[in-house]
């Protein structure tokens, strides 16, 4: 089974100032990959960044990175330079590439933060 | 290129009835996912589909089910509604063969009364 675990239920930043949302996760899979989204209050689910647990660099998209620790087994997300546009919901997931669990993402709680002027 | 589309994007039903819902997926993309969102239990997987086969499928109850035509396009179906049943439901299309990110569509907001 995997479990995504996401321990802010909110967090406040100043604008641009960076941040970062903590995801730690649990799986048996030897390969897997490790998701972000972004859920503004509209309620689409838009796709921030990827890391998939053989890459030994971590991702970045423009603003986003993640901070892989395979050991410690945590997918964090930080945003540098945050905008008031950042303002979301945030959910960390996961997709196993064995057995049956291959083609589903499985979700943490997520993490609502918001940016202050 | 277009994103996913969800019909309808807002659904008011009673209990007891039945909903069909529709996705249509990104164009080339094969593999559909359905996820239910309620403030209770987040987000949980219900089911996907690729090539009109069910390939993997959630613990829901058999009043949820889906299914998948040949051009991609793919509908969800919920019987007997219950209160419970209220919620945001996504559909994500994904290609096959790669990381696997999914695009999701805006989502059907049903609210069952």
């Known amino acids: 089974a995997q479990k995504i675990t996401q321990t802010q239920p909110g967090m406040f930043v100043q604008e641009k100032e960076a941040v970062t949302l903590d995801c730690t996760y649990d799986t048996s899979d030897q390969s897997y990959g490790l998701f972000w989204y972004k859920q503004p209050s509209s309620g689409e689910m838009i796709f921030l960044i990827y890391?998939?647990?053989?890459?030994?660099q971590n991702a970045t998209e423009g603003r986003y990175s993640l901070n892989f620790q395979k050991a410690r087994k945590s997918a964090n997300l930080v945003i540098s330079a945050s905008q008031l546009g950042d303002s979301a919901m945030y959910f960390c997931?996961?997709?196993?590439?064995?057995?049956?669990?291959?083609?589903?993402?499985?979700f943490g709680k997520g993490t609502l933060l918001t940016v202050n002027p | 290129k277009a994103g996913v589309t969800q019909t309808p994007r807002y659904l008011i039903k009673t209990r007891g009835q039945q909903v069909t819902l529709s996705c249509s997926p990104i164009s080339g993309h094969r593999s559909v996912s359905w996820y239910q969102q309620t403030p209770g239990q987040g987000l949980q997987f219900l089911f996907e589909y690729f090539s009109e086969t069910q390939r993997n499928k959630g613990n829901f109850p058999g009043r949820f089910s889906g299914r998948q035509f040949s051009n991609s396009r793919s509908e969800m179906n919920v019987s007997t509604l219950e209160l419970g049943d209220s919620a945001l439901y996504l559909c994500?299309?994904?290609?096959?063969?790669?990381?696997?990110?999914?695009?999701f569509g805006p989502g059907t907001r049903l609210t069952v009364l």
């Open positions: 994500a299309s994904s290609l096959v063969g790669t990381q696997g990110e999914q695009f």
């Open positions: 890391q998939g647990s053989y890459d030994e």
């Open positions: 997931a996961m997709r196993g590439y064995s057995g049956g669990s291959n083609y589903k993402l499985t």
